[in-house]
């Protein structure tokens, strides 16, 4: 879900801003206005990726480990929104090719086409989040339009 | 839903295999294994912008009207797929700044900077789908892997 995408890019840009102090999840939760659970589920992932640390007790929290200029911004959406395996619901037609009702042939064969098209497209579109770094975010966060300036320069 | 731009693909191939025969929108059901009501939707808006033409009574049905050759695949996909106005679901933070409880501001700003982010994301997107016509489409479903070939050509 592109919500995990926002949490990921969210919670890095709070911790890049409050470095060094520790963020527990609580205080992620409020600016985030998520619950924390849910926020967890995507610092756990951070963390094992290695993008932050975690500390327990009562001085806990989490940090940022890398610079935000390491961090790429399609790799973090490559991390928190997986490739879709299936296109099935997207798809028209007799994938199965349990009927033989078209005697053109399109049914059965315009599910590989669509799925072929659709992933391609899919690739496509994460390229375009691979030219960015978190510190191209970072930057429009401060000054909004710098990111539309970026893509389409006058 | 991405389903109706495949609902208008896969209609508009059926009906260029069948020329000249008028294809009854219960026929083009069975080949997409949809309900018809849910295709006459999107009959309808190939009607209006002049893809196909309707005839009514003992001997109606639709026909297309434009080569395949002419109609482009990204035409065809912001027709059926209009951009998205609010990315609001997928978006954290407070957006309508009612709490100030966030002293770096993200809280308040990530909205902006994300909502910039997916619109300018998904324009690029739609721009893969314009490199093609219903031809290319139509060359895969008679010979799969062309499609893949003509965007990574070895």
Redesign the interface.
Known sequence: ???D???A??SL??LD??RPRKIASRELA?????NAVMIRNILSVLHKQGYIEGFVGKNGGYQLIKDLAEIN?GELYDLTIPPTIS?A??????SKGT?T??E?D??V??S???T???T??DE??RK??HQFTMTD?KR???A??F??QL??PK
């Not at 409020?30 to 998520?34: A, E, W």
């Not at 619901?89 to 007799?94: E, H, K």
Request: zero cysteines; hydrophobic letters at 40%.
């Open positions: 879900m592109r919500l995408f926002s949490v890019v969210h840009l709070y801003e409050n409020t600016s985030l206005q998520l911004v296109y619901r997207f798809i028209t037609g007799d009927q009702t078209d053109t399109i049914s064969n315009i590989q086409t669509l072929d098209l659709f391609l497209a496509d579109y375009f989040y975010l429009d966060l401060h909004h339009g990111f539309r893509i389409n």
